[in-house]
């Protein structure tokens, strides 16, 4: 029943034997019904609101009014078939693509230039959603992990683009993570200038004025700024410019004159698809410190002034008053703009806002930034052939996240979690991918090492009796998961890893058991994947977490063995959600064998694209990616990467979906 009182029919449409599997899908529709009534003010308008599950499915979802299309993977889920993410992915794809009935379907796209009108939008809406629903910190963790990692790599590659393109070869292609999460993080950033209540405003203004037709970008905007009466003139070059803008950081302390000087200065590198780039409208989200951790008022020009700091121009300077000593600064809180930050901060700053940090977000953050720091020193270090240095302030600074007790479990496992070697290759102009694997291996190794008595006392405080998909669950489940990763590093991981495969009553913990495994190359792996793979072989859908798991192996036969696993009785090139699991996670998540100097990781990959390219060249156009990057890399990889380009190129029939990444990535 909607707010006003009306009956509305749902209805989830499922494979005979899978009923089962649906009941939190819909749950999930009800919760977002609900929510979007309660937040937005948005009622449902027909009768009835069908979903269907299919297997066969090159998207995640399709939302077709009054009767979406799903990837049967974004409805299925079961404890003894799905872990927690999936539950939550469920949640979040139902959300995104109910809550596009009015963001998309009641108001569209004038022309597919504008697809980030409906996608970013709504991206922004089932973010809030799972928000709301859940943890607010570790949602937003997971968002900005998925900008800071594959979204910036895009902007740095030959198809870099603005969230509204100019031009396109095939429409396909532009269904990207800038268009929707980019899109989304502008969306946000509006949010962050005008504040929900002034939003709302521009929302309701949004809907009076485009309800029924077919809006742009630009119509978007206007409505936030008329409602608000914040002129958003310069903040409109997000939706025409590329590329990610690096701020750069300077601060200086007067003790005489009791101020603070914060100088903030904007630059964006020229993208393939444009050289010139102008200042941009960026909010920059603030705290100051004292040494106590307590919070200081923001004074500027004798008046206190937002945390949110506009920076508008090239470069501007901000002097704080009032200021008794030296401040700690938190700054970007929340990720107030996807933007990346030159900074130098010391250790002591980034451990003091790790402790006493008012905002979640920016306790996590701080911490990544040590991390870099440490990370980038010890590559360095690889490459010129001398020992490592990981410091014990370093651990002992994660130790103390560790034994904080009141620290929600979810947020300390995610601050323990390291960043991706994808996502610290974005970090330097050459990815070398050995060298990082060296070191992010090392510094896995040594906190397992060094903190292995509370990652034991953990695990074990934190095994939970029967299985529940309640949020402070799932937060106590990822960090027990966490800390055996971790432990499966030490002498007793193998025997710790098999335990937990033999007793879970759950998917989540299997998986995490064969995962540990299956990352510390421990002596079970393949025992537990051949027991998982007997019992599971008929269903598609869990079959999908074991291919991943193969796709990711770190053993050096990895490509031998992903080659074998093709043949496998629940492999099939033509399912779009298999291909996905063993070739995508291979060449996305294994970069060492991916980028292997032998050049096998190309060829395999361009074997795939040269079959998909007849048989479904969408899913083709998305696993190319990592090909495209090829600038990034050595001059080795890069005309070994080329090659296998140019093989790709002369293909007969060359479907329009491969074509215009190729030409556009072997001339950049």
């Known amino acids: 029943m909607t707010v006003s009182g ?5 209805e989830i449409f499922v494979d005979k034997g899978n009923l089962d599997r649906a009941p939190h899908a819909m749950t999930s529709l009800k919760n977002a019904m609900k929510w979007d009534e309660e937040r937005f003010g948005l009622e449902y308008d027909l009768d009835i609101y069908m979903i269907v599950a299919v297997d066969f499915f090159n998207m995640g979802a399709m939302e077709n009014k009054g009767l979406n299309v799903f990837n049967s993977k974004f409805v299925l889920a079961n404890n003894k078939t799905a872990t927690d993410n999936d539950y939550l992915g469920i949640e979040s794809v139902i959300g995104h693509e109910y809550f596009h009935n009015w963001t998309g379907n009641r108001v569209t796209c004038r022309d597919w230039f504008q697809l980030s009108l409906k996608e970013g939008l709504t991206v922004f809406r089932d973010q809030e959603f799972s928000s709301d629903l859940g943890s607010r910190a570790v949602n937003r963790i ?13 902007d740095e590659s030959p198809m870099a683009h603005p969230i509204r393109p100019e031009k396109v070869i095939e429409m396909n292609n532009f269904y990207t993570l800038t268009v929707y999460e980019k899109g989304s993080e502008v969306i946000r950033m509006m949010h962050t ?28 905007v206007q409505a936030m700024e008329d409602a608000s009466g914040i002129d958003l003139t310069l903040f409109r070059r997000w939706y025409s410019q590329s590329g990610t803008p690096i701020v750069s950081v300077k601060t200086a302390y007067d003790s005489n004159a009791k101020t603070f000087s914060l100088t903030l200065s904007q630059t964006t590198s020229p993208t393939a698809d444009q050289k010139e780039k102008q200042p941009l409208h960026i909010p920059v989200d603030v705290e100051l410190y004292d040494n106590t951790g307590k919070v200081l008022e923001l004074r500027c020009n004798g008046e206190a002034i937002p945390n949110v700091l506009n920076l508008k121009e090239a470069e501007q300077t901000f002097v704080f008053e009032n200021i008794e000593a030296k401040p700690y600064l938190s700054l970007l809180r929340e990720f107030s703009a996807p933007v990346k930050l030159d900074y130098d901060t010391s250790d002591e700053e980034l451990q003091f806002l790790m402790v006493h940090a008012q905002n979640e977000f920016a306790r996590w953050d701080a911490g990544q930034m040590l991390l870099a720091k440490y990370i980038k020193v010890n590559v360095s270090k690889v490459q010129s052939g001398e ?46 991918v050995d060298a990082i694997n060296t070191v992010r291996s090392a510094i896995k190794n040594r906190f397992a090492v060094e903190m292995k008595d509370e990652f034991s006392a953990l695990y074990q405080t934190l095994k939970q009796g029967d299985y529940s998909i ?44 064969m995962g540990a ?36 192996n770190p053993a050096s036969n990895a490509l031998e063995n992903i080659r074998v696993q093709m043949s496998h009785p629940a492999f099939d090139l033509k399912n779009p959600n298999r291909t996905r699991s063993l070739v995508g996670a291979f060449c996305n998540n294994n970069p060492v064998h991916f980028h292997a100097k032998d050049g096998s990781g190309y060829q395999f990959l361009g074997e795939v694209l040269s079959t998909l390219n007849t048989s479904n060249p969408q899913v083709a156009s998305r696993l190319i990616d990592p090909l495209l990057k090829l600038r990034r890399f050595d001059q080795q990889r890069q005309a070994l990467m080329r090659t296998e380009l140019e093989k790709l190129s002369k293909l007969d029939n060359l479907a329009k979906d491969l074509f215009e990444k190729i030409d556009k990535a072997l001339n950049a």
């Open 470 to 513: 309640e949020h402070t669950s799932i937060g106590k489940r990822t960090l027990r998961n966490l800390c055996l990763q971790y432990l499966a590093e030490t002498e007793e991981g193998n025997h710790l890893v098999e335990a937990q495969y033999s007793s879970a009553d759950n998917m989540t913990d299997t998986i995490a058991a």
């Open 193 to 220: 200038l005008l504040g929900e209540e002034k939003f709302q405003a521009g929302m309701r203004l949004y809907f009076e004025r485009h309800d029924g037709t077919a809006a742009t970008c630009d119509d978007f």
């Open 387 to 432: 020992p490592l240095v990981i410091p014990d302030s370093l651990i002992d600074a994660f130790r103390g996240v560790l034994l904080n007790e009141s620290i929600d479990p979810a947020l300390v496992a995610e601050v323990l979690t390291l960043p991706s070697e994808n996502e610290i290759g974005g970090w330097f102009d050459v990815v070398d």
């Open 142 to 154: 997971n968002n900005v992990r998925i900008i800071r990692g594959p979204q910036f790599a895009e």
């Open 6 to 10: 009306r009956n509305v029919e749902l």
């Open 517 to 552: 495994a299956n990352a510390s190359e421990l002596h079970c792996r393949e025992h537990l994947m051949q027991s998982f793979s007997d019992k599971w072989v008929k269903d598609g859908l869990v079959m999908d977490k074991w291919f991943m798991l193969q796709g990711t």
